[in-house]
């Protein structure tokens, strides 16, 4: 079976395009796709997707929790369903998550639809997302709506699709045009150029080319390792210095921090070179809305109306402690002796195994609760 056996195209059916609120007729072709190929891009997201992919998901069905951290689908595991939506979203922000279903209705897997193009679609008053993909078969396929978890950034226009990456891609067109310039630079200072003279009069077209041919490849060449070139007294050289002109590294800098700011990542972050503060203020910025998005609508996806009511979720938790200092670890210690938290949860901030009964919460001795009411009794009586 192959990838694209497993979605399932609806029969061919009458349907009209769905009109949204604000009357825009819903057809998109994603713009920007091309972006993935800076690496400059690719390095913000990288630290997206890769710190959103260390969530793990929690859900009061257990069944549904397994699927997602360890096999969402055939193709991947849970850290790779992450990174794997967290980067369509960066990239195309809006991703598309195919929830597959057997006969019963009962969820069996994830899939990240990989599209080339999308347009919705309305048919008998309910809406459908028409699917085409970039695998040169030029099939396309229906999904409903109920079907697809639906994760957008830069919501505005329109109601189902989230706004391009128009914003940044002049930024990046330039910052391209930067690096090809100091390639450029690169490879024009690294040849000797120049004009060859001759004192022979009256040469014709054919004896220049062939003067100006015969020196090249003499001495412009690899194999004149001793980079010493002669001539006769009817020749000289005069050297052309080239000086080309490159971005100063100020531009460079300003250029590389709108992108930064464009998707919320810096050169700590990158580079991990990050403090607990720094990381806690990434988490809650970048890491936490996304978690808290992709909870949301695979609740919404996945769960009928009846079960949400009854107490129905999905949720994707990060330990945030993982980014603290040890100093900050080891203090977690005295909240075990206060009930606050367990050995396992402590353990689990260490990056250490659960152990059985590590899950008990305990209390020191000598702290017991304090009966307000008692208090007042005592100070009532006294005379």
Known sequence: MSFWDIFRPLKTVKTAYWRELGA??????????????????????RAISEHTSKANAVSYKKEIARILNESPNMYMSGKDFLSKVRNWLEIKNTVFIYISRDDQGKTKEFY???????????????LFIKFSFANGTNRSYVFPWEDLAVLRKDYFTSDIWGDDNGAILGKLE?????????????????NLRGILKSTKAMLSREDIQKQKDEFVKDY???????????????????????????????TVKQL?????RYWGVNDDILMSKFDEDTMNAFYE????????????????????KRERELGAFIIYESNRIQYASNKT???????????IMNRNEVRQAFNLAPYPGGEQF?????????DDSEEEEDITDEP
Not at 223 to 250: W, Y
């Open 24 to 45: 825009y007729q819903a057809t998109f072709s994603p713009f920007g796709s091309n972006i993935w190929n800076s690496d400059l891009v690719r390095s913000c997201v």
């Open 112 to 126: 990240p639809i990989p599209y080339a193009e999308f347009e919705a679609l309305e048919y008998l008053g309910g």
């Open 174 to 190: 330039v910052n391209h045009i930067v690096d090809e310039g100091v390639a450029n630079a690169v490879k024009a200072t690294a």
């Open 220 to 250: 412009l060449n690899l194999e004149n390792s001793g980079g010493i070139a002669s001539l006769d007294a009817t020749q000289s050289f005069d050297p052309i210095t080239m000086n080309p002109t490159v971005a100063d590294p100020n």
């Open 256 to 260: 590389r921090e709108d992108v930064f």
């Open 285 to 304: 910025a970048r890491i936490e809305p996304f978690l808290v998005a992709l909870s949301q609508e695979l609740t919404r996806k996945v769960f009928t």
């Open 329 to 339: 670890k080891l203090s977690l210690v005295q909240l075990v002796d206060r009930g």
């Open 362 to 370: 305990v209390m020191r001795l000598d702290m017991a609760p304090i």
